[in-house]
Every structure is written in C-alpha cells, then in structure tokens.
C-alpha cells in the first residue's frame, strides 16, 4: 500500500520532529539522525513522546496545499460541502464547494486526508504494538497512552468511513465497502472492510479507551484525548449509527465528566472570544490545540481561511458567510447573531486596506485569529456545546421529548436568554438541528449530518452565488457523498476497489 509505505518511511522523521518539539534536551543526548523506531519504543516515556507528536501532526503545516493544512484544513474542506456556508471570489476550497475536487481520485483535497489519518493510524499501532511490555513498570500511564491511542485509531477510521464510504444505515447489514482497517503496522495490501465491520472496530477501539482512562490526567488534559473526549465521540459515533439510545447515555457520561472537570457552557462575553483563546478564556473546550505565536503554520492555519480579521488573501477576498436562511432561523435574542454580520460590513476591522476586503451577507465573525500577522489561535475540536445537542437530539429521537427539553434549555439559554420551550416531536427535532447548525457553523459538522441522516444538500433560495458555488442541489444517496479512493492508492494495493 503506497500511503502505508510512505508512512513508514516517515515515521522516524515524525518522531525525531516530536521529540525536538515537545521535550528539547532529548536531543542533547540522541541526535536527530540516530533516532530510530528501536529508541522511540523503548521506554513508556518515549511512547509518550510518539503519542504527542500524533497531537502535533494534527496542526501541522502537512502536504504542499495551504489551504489543507492539518485536520483544522480538512474540516474547512469538508464544510465547504454543506449548505451553510458560503463566500465570494477567493479560489481556495472552491473546487470542493463545488462538489467537484473530493471526486477526483487525483486531487489533493482526496489523497491527503486518507494518507494523513492513516498516519495517525499507524503511529498508534506502534504505540500499541510496543506498549503492553511496560504495563507493570507504571499500570496508569500504560493505561492512560494506551487509552489515547487506541481513540485516536478509532477517530481517524470514523472520519475514514465517513469520507470515503457509503453512510450507515440502522437495521440494514451494511455490507457496503467502507476502508481498509489497520489493526497493526503490516505494510501488506488490505482489501476495504465493510462499512459495519469498521464501525465495529470503532466502537470496540472506543470502549476500552474509556475503560482505559478512567481516572487519568494527560500531560496537556485540554490538547490530549481524556475519558471525556472518548465519550463524546463514542457520543458521536453512536449518533451517526443512528443508535439514538447510546448516543444519548455516552453524551451524558461526556457531560457530566466534563462538569467534574470544570467545564461549563460558554455564556454571555464568552461567546465573542473569537474562539482565539477558547482553551484560556473559557471552560468550553473540553479537546483543542493551542498554536503558540512562534509555532505557526502561516498559511496553512485554520484561521487564514476562517476568521474575519487575518490578514490573507483568503479572508481579504471571501469572508466565510452563512446562509442567511439559517440565519434568520435565530430569534432576535440569541447572543449567536452577533457571530455573523447580515450586511456584510467590515467597518471596524483593525488595521489593513478596508477597500480590499470584499463585503458578502451574512459574513462571519464567529472565528478570529488572536491577530493579522501571525495567523494562530486555539482550535476546538470538541465542545460542550456539541454534548449537549447530541444528547438532546439523540433523546428526542428516541420520543424523550420530556427530557430532550430539558438538556436544550441547559444549553439554549446560555445562547438565548429569552430562551422559552415549546415544542415536541418533529417541531423539536427541528429546533435541535437548528441549534446544531447554528451553534457548530464552520466546525465541520453540516455535511456529516446531512449524510447521516440521508438528506440532500440544497442551497436554493439564500445567498449562496450559482456562478461561484457550481452546484445548488444534491440529492441524497448521489455518488458524491462518497469521497474518491486516492488513485496511488488503487495502483499499489490489487485488492483495492473504487467508488463506483
């Protein structure tokens, strides 16, 4: 498998990096050049060290396209495909806006997410081929690595399944081809396992990480994957199975473990932080990274294509905007509407050409990079907010409107203080999908929840250009909602299909 060899053939460069960034005097003692797989594996602490550089490679500048730069790049990528959010003129992420790049088993916007999350994937294995002989010499930290690991494998093959293979479909066989599972570093060639066997593998990969980290605290608990974290995406994962039941009770367990931990829903102030410092200034982002002004990636950040106030070509000629469909769909209290200007107005930005900032309605302020230079901020890549709004919808689902209610109100007033509950059935599903849209624009959500529930994409009627965007409507089940399997990847492995 060529993107397995590849893998392989980087890994000592990956872990020599992580090494040199997360503890500098390791270097005094073993240069970078005789760092080998042997040295990485041969303590608890050095698997350690493997596993936060996995956490760094997820934002890090990766690959030769700027606007693809680690898992924060490919979550625009992937908004970008929904119906809620738009822009104007700047070509970057166009092609995939149109529903064209992510079919093109060639394109960059297809090989590097597949090449990065079996990187991950790999780097895991290692971690968990090597780790075990240790356990005696410290059960916790064992646990704990072992624990982050094995959800990390499971993350990078839910976001794989999703991508690249047909969605689940609750009370169906789901044999459909979904990817290839890897379970150990073997380079062989690996037909692609059904779409019900890798979901089965994620949930078991999922369970015992929460086993695992009972009771333990990471090096870095906000950027590492902590008992909460793998709830929330046990949370995740059991929604897109449309197991409504689970879903619900590992989106509660991910609450209140995170309460314990002192997190707590964003309020009032909070909510215009700009997310640049959402792991310093609140309490709401329960796993993020955090970029350090002399550790940025330039271009290739998030907020080079998000925020409203970078100075990059990018947010100088296409502000990302919502639908103002969905953006009426708030009450005129919710504090949220202040995450995105109806007119499109850049008045008050700070310092730059104003004349070349283009205005669009709708246009966004919900993201702000910490300033215009240095293109950094913190990234969440999971909040609360998104506990809360799978529990409640995976309970109103499930006909527990009562207490679907209860946990919306939690959340809705913290957004709305006017917030007053009234519906039931359909009518509150609808409010929850609502808040999910509204609350987790530009976080990579939109598209996924379209395809887990079998709905189509449609842009009609709302601000979205026709000239710019290509494509106003895809129906459900079309081809493209599947992302093409890499070419490299189908010349090297015989035992690769295509989506067809």
């Keep these: 498998m060529k993107q397995l060899k590849y893998i392989s053939a980087i890994l000592i ?23 080998s797989d042997v040295t990485a594996f041969s303590s608890l602490d050095n698997l350690q060290l493997v596993l936060n550089g996995i956490y760094r490679k997820m934002v890090s500048q990766d690959g030769s396209s700027q606007g693809l730069g680690g898992e924060p790049g490919y979550i625009v990528s992937r908004e970008t495909l929904g119906d809620d959010l738009t822009w104007q003129t700047n070509t970057w992420h166009k092609t995939t806006h149109q529903w064209s790049a992510h079919r093109s088993a060639v394109n960059s916007v297809t090989t590097f997410p597949w090449r990065y999350y079996y990187r991950w994937i790999m780097h895991a294995n290692f971690i968990l081929e090597n780790i075990d002989q240790y356990e005696q010499l410290n ?92 709830y929330g995406l046990k949370a995740r994962v059991a929604l897109t199975q449309q197991d ?19 997190y707590k ?18 309490k709401e982002a329960l ?24 100075n990059t070509t ?9 639908s103002l469909d969905t953006y009426e769909m708030m ?5 949220r509407r202040k995450w995105w200007d109806p007119e499109g107005s850049r008045n008050d930005l700070v310092g730059g050409d104003y004349n070349s900032y283009v205005t669009y309605p709708g246009q966004g302020r919900k993201f702000r990079a910490r300033s215009q230079s240095d293109h950094v901020s913190d990234y969440a890549f999971m909040r609360i907010a998104e506990l809360y709004l799978i529990e409640a919808e995976a309970l109103a689902r499930t006909g527990k409107d009562a207490e679907a209610q209860n946990v919306l109100t939690e959340f809705a007033l913290t957004r709305d203080p006017e917030y007053a509950p009234s519906n039931t059935g359909e009518a509150l599903i609808g409010e929850i999908m609502t808040h999910r849209r509204i609350e987790l624009w530009g976080e990579g959500f939109r598209w996924f929840d379209l395809k887990r529930l079998n709905l189509p994409m449609d842009r009609t009627g709302s601000n979205f250009d026709l000239s710019f965007c290509a494509v106003m409507h895809v129906d459900a089940g079309d081809i493209r909602w599947q992302w093409a399997i890499p070419q490299e990847e189908l010349d090297s492995n015989d035992l690769m299909k295509p989506n067809e």
């Design 139 to 230: 059960p916790s930290l064992h646990h704990g690595i072992r624990g982050e690991a094995l959800a990390i494998r499971a993350y990078a093959h839910f976001l794989l399944v999703q991508m690249y293979g047909k969605r689940f479909q609750a009370g169906d066989a789901n044999g459909q081809p979904g990817v290839p599972i890897r379970l150990d570093s073997s380079l062989e060639p690996q037909e692609r396992s059904s779409v019900a066997q890798v979901y089965d593998q994620i949930v078991k990969d999922l369970d015992e990480a929460i086993q695992l980290l009972e009771g333990y605290t990471p090096v870095d608990v906000q950027t590492h994957i902590t008992q909460d974290v793998a």
């Design 265 to 282: 829903l964003m309020e009032g102030d909070e909510l215009y932080n700009g997310f640049a410092d959402i792991t310093t200034a609140t």
């Design 13 to 35: 460069l990956a872990v020599s990096v992580t090494f040199s960034g997360c503890k500098d005097d390791y270097l005094d003692t073993v240069p970078t050049s005789d760092i």
């Design 331 to 335: 009450s005129p209290s919710d504090l």
């Design 287 to 310: 796993w993020a990274a955090r970029t350090k002004s002399d550790q940025t990636v330039y271009f290739y950040h998030f907020m080079a294509y998000m925020s409203w106030n970078d």
């Design 314 to 322: 990018a947010i100088r000629q296409g502000v990302k905007a919502i």
């Design 244 to 262: 409504y039941t689970a879903a619900a009770s590992a989106a509660h367990a991910a609450i209140e473990t995170a309460k314990k931990g002192g």
